[in-house]
């Protein structure tokens, strides 16, 4: 069974990534970029208790802002986050292997699709899960209504 979440956990966990990746390329620090790989994989295996920056917004931040205005399925931002631990990991490795140029490529091509996320609401990630589940005809309707 799915969960739902908050639609500003995966906002602003976007929002946090797309800075840190732009103004680690800016600065010419690369290791944010492995560090924000395990923070995805924490979100991917556990939800937004997993990923420390999701974990800091649900428990500090939006407390003080009130209830959702509107929550989520949880499985297509997962399967986003999947994607850009992917892509960072690939990103790192390519970095540890010397193709400095290709690591920041993968490395801001992940921030880039998450500044279009936050910024309009736009996740690629999620609609290709979304487009991946009716064309092999297995996207279900979310029946909880459980919010993580």
């Not at 920056?53 to 931002?77: F, I, K, T």
């Amino acid at each position: 069974m799915s969960s739902m979440i908050d639609s500003r956990i995966p906002r602003f966990n976007q929002a946090v990534l797309a800075a840190v990746v732009f103004v680690s390329f800016l600065i010419g620090f690369f290791w944010t970029v492995p560090l924000w790989a395990i923070f995805l994989l924490g979100g991917v295996i556990a939800g937004p208790r997993g990923n420390p920056v999701q974990a800091l917004v649900r428990y500090l931040v939006l407390p003080r802002l009130g209830p959702p205005s509107s929550v989520e399925d949880a499985r297509p931002p997962r399967f986003a986050a999947s994607l850009g631990f992917l892509f960072l990991s690939l990103s790192t490795a390519s970095y540890l292997a010397g193709l400095h140029t290709v690591a920041w490529a993968l490395a801001l091509l992940v921030g880039g699709l998450a500044a279009v996320a936050a910024l309009f609401g736009l996740c690629i990630g999620c609609e290709l899960y979304v487009w991946i589940m009716k064309s092999k005809g297995r996207f279900l309707q979310l029946k909880s209504g459980e919010l993580i």
